[in-house]
Nanobody, 124 residues
Framework: QVQLVESGGGLVQAGGSLRLSCAAS????????MGWFRQAPGKEREFVGA????????WYADSVKDRFTISRDNAKNALYLQMNSLKPEDTAVYYC?????????????????WGQGTQVTVSS
């Protein structure tokens, strides 16, 4: 089992940047496929991007492609989400999630482990 804690959220103006971090417990972080999701008020949880443990390239939702970058540091048990060119519609609570599956998925139900979330607010 893995425990996840997100950090790095905050208030930023449109066009700005933020870097979210997700710290994972345990010694097997490198064997987890990791995902980022977000949920805005009144909306369903939405896939942002994911990176598998088998070394495949990250993949992203169309809404964030070319603006957001996912990376992981297995030595530090950490997952990151670099968010650039932020827009007001990026405002949401952002969650990291973990799965033992080899392939990344955009379905939230495929990820058994979740952090508590971190709030990102983008002002216009």
């Amino acid at each position: 089992q893995v425990q996840l804690v997100e950090s790095g959220g905050g208030l930023v103006q449109a066009g700005g940047s933020l870097r979210l971090s997700c710290a994972a417990s345990g010694r097997t972080f490198s064997s987890y496929t990791m995902g980022w999701f977000r949920q805005a008020p009144g909306k369903e949880r939405e896939f942002v991007g994911a990176i598998s443990w088998i070394g495949a390239m990250p993949w992203y939702a169309d809404s964030v492609k070319d603006r957001f970058t996912i990376s992981r540091d297995n030595a530090k048990n950490a997952l990151y989400l670099q968010m650039n060119s932020l827009k007001p519609e990026d405002t949401a609570v952002y969650y990291c999630a973990a799965s033992k599956a080899a392939a990344a998925s955009k379905a939230a139900k495929e990820y058994p482990y979740w952090g508590q979330g971190t709030q990102v607010t983008v002002s216009s």
